[in-house]
């Protein structure tokens, strides 16, 4: 496959922008270990407001990556989990993610030597 071929792909620009944005991929991840409530995601991830918040699940929600189960209880209760889909995104998150920890500090340092 070709360089344009791939960027002309809309399946690999559908892929990275799923996870270009900063709060899906860490939104997803934090849902792997299963279902959270909105409160208990915010006290996870730091950081990001409830406004921010609910726009990335329903985005993902939007995208079959999560899934939002509400309950009729006193107070109402609602929940999110990952899909089946939304699983098979761990593992390229993780690979960031790694990359991410074996190689920041050489991104940080480029940054700071190019005045950032």
């Known amino acids: 496959m070709t360089t344009d071929a791939y960027l002309a ?3 690999a620009r559908l892929a990275f922008d799923l996870l270009s944005h900063t709060w899906n991929a860490v939104l997803i991840w934090s849902l792997r270990e299963g279902p959270r409530r909105p409160g208990e995601l915010r006290e996870r991830i730091g950081g990001i407001s409830p406004k921010v918040l609910t726009e990335t699940l329903r985005r993902l929600e939007f995208n079959g990556l999560v899934e939002r189960h509400a309950y009729a209880e006193a107070p109402p209760r609602v929940e999110y989990e990952l899909t089946a889909l939304g699983r098979t995104l761990l593992g390229p998150i993780d690979a960031f993610g ?7 500090d050489e991104v940080m340092a480029a940054q700071a030597r190019n005045g950032g």
Do not use: P, S
């Open 9 to 11: 792909d809309c399946r």
């Open 98 to 104: 790694a990359w991410a920890f074996e190689h920041g």
